[in-house]
Every structure is written in C-alpha cells, then in structure tokens.
C-alpha cells in the first residue's frame, strides 16, 4: 500500500471515545486478555485502529455504489458487498497491531439492483477475500499499514512505504487519506495497473447517527467478464456493530450465499490454515 502523510492539525482525544472501549481479544486463542499496549497508544493511532476494526468484538464495514464506462460516464453496474474485521493489540506496547478481515463484494443490475450471476453469457462470481491480514504499525508519528493476502505461492506481503494523511474537515470530522498505486507484471506477460483511493471520515461523537465512513474509488480495467475498457469505481461505505444494522438486501445475500464472510477470521491460525493451496475452495462459500 502506498498513501502519503500530512501532520495533524488537532489532537485526537475526542475520536477516541467513540467507541466504547473493552478489551481487545488476544491473536493467539486462549491467551490472556491483554489493554495496556492499546491505552499506552498514541492518540491518533488508537483511534485509527478503534475506528477501522473496532476495539474487540467483530465489525463491519457495508458499502453500495457502482461501476461506470470511461470516459462516458455511463453506469454498467452497481455494487454492493462488505468486510468484517477484528483486532489484536499486542502484549507490549510499541508492537504491530494485527487486524483481520474478510471482504466480498457483488456486481448489481444497474436498474434493478439484482445481484448478477451471469453478464452475456458469462458468468460473474463476487469478488470474495477471505481473510486479510493487516499489520498497523506506528513509527515517527505516521501510521503504516502492511498487508498479507493470497494463498500458496502466490502469496503477497505488501509493505508499507509511505502512512496514512490525516487533515481535519471542520472542527468535528478527521479525514483519513490512503492512495493506492498498483503496477506489477503478470503471468501473461501484461501488466496490472490501476488507481484507488480510500477516505475515511471519522467523527466526533453525538454529531452524526453513523460515525464512521469512508468513500472509495477505483480506475483500472473492467473485470474480464464485461469486456475491455476502463471504469471508475465508487463506494459508500460506513460501519456497523451489528448484522441487524446491515441494508436488508446485503444481508439477505450475505445469509444465502456469503456466510463466511458475516465473521472475520478468528486469529492468525486461521489466516495460516486458509492460505494453504486447500483452504481455496473456501473461498466463495
């Protein structure tokens, strides 16, 4: 991941508090509940990582846009999907912080908002990833976040190069900035390139119903199912504690056909297991 890094402009102790704080689970099952290396965090890194993947028990993240033609403009398809994360704070402070989550997101009928099976004769399958494996880490005054995902040998460990950039919005709302720059080769020889960008809004709480949001957007090429060409993407996306608390249609689909993906992971052991080459057929159901 790469993303750039401004300074802060005000302190960070109301964000804090908006969550309720409980212990943080351990990453090895089992072992004792361990709070001091989260409340020994700095400010803005504690609540980076109490907004992002909460502070114990699961959360998630439910998003809806959609996916349109470049340059016109035209809508091809919606979007829809979510991820469910958890957090380990380690046992000393000053160590990375370990975030897993499971992320999946469908394609829609542009008009009818169906979720699509099948586009001219091809057929299209979610895209589904069942686990990440995030590690914060907080170096210098500037969050870095690296990422492990894959299976076998193809998998990746992408480390951060640049941290997350933080600006306030008014008194009351930080804005959290990652760009994300991808340009690698690929087995048949072309290459994958592609632009997005991550904003989240964190608020301060009593000033908004839903405190956590986030808008997310893409360029790069249209998966292979619809043909060639490049699209923006765009997401919407805010967080809820609860499935209840889900649109119904995304539940509805998540229940019928994604269930997995309602828990996050439940510790490193299970990333471990569902990187094996056996763990794959796992991964759509």
Not at 169 to 190: E, H, Q, R
Not at 222 to 246: C, M, N, Q, T
Not at 266 to 279: M, N, S
């Amino acid at each position: 991941m790469k993303a750039g890094i401004s300074d802060l402009l005000a302190p960070l102790a109301a964000l804090a508090a908006v969550t309720s704080v409980v212990p943080a689970a351990s990453a090895k099952e089992g072992a004792e509940t361990v709070v001091d290396a989260r409340e020994a965090a700095p400010e803005e890194f504690r609540a980076w990582v109490d907004a992002r993947a909460g502070t114990g028990q699961p959360v998630h993240w439910v998003a809806e846009g959609g996916v349109y033609e470049f340059p016109t403009g035209r809508k091809l398809f919606g979007m829809v999907g979510f991820d469910s994360s958890r957090v380990f704070w380690p046992s000393s402070p000053g160590e990375p912080v370990v975030h897993l989550t499971r992320k999946t997101f469908a394609y829609t009928d542009p008009e009818t908002g169906e979720i699509l099976k099948e586009y001219n004769g091809q057929p299209v399958s979610p895209i589904a990833y069942p686990y990440q494996m995030i590690t914060y880490r907080f170096e210098d005054g500037v969050i870095f976040a690296d990422v492990e995902q894959g299976t076998g040998d193809a998998i990746q460990k992408i480390k951060a190069v640049d941290g997350l950039r933080y600006r306030w919005v008014g008194k009351d709302t930080l804005a959290v900035t990652a760009p994300i720059f991808l340009d690698f080769p690929m087995a048949n020889g072309a290459r994958y390139e592609a632009w997005e960008n991550y904003d989240f809004f964190l608020h301060r709480p009593g000033t908004v119903d839903l405190p956590y949001q986030m808008s997310w957007q893409r360029f790069g090429s249209l998966p292979p199912w619809a043909g060639k060409g490049k699209a923006i993407y765009h997401l919407v996306s805010w967080r809820v504690d609860r499935h209840e608390d889900f649109p119904p249609a995304i539940l509805e689909w998540a229940k019928a056909e994604m269930p997995m993906w309602l828990q996050p992971p439940a510790d490193i052991a299970e990333v471990r297991h569902l990187q094996q080459d056996t763990a794959g057929e796992a991964w759509a159901k």
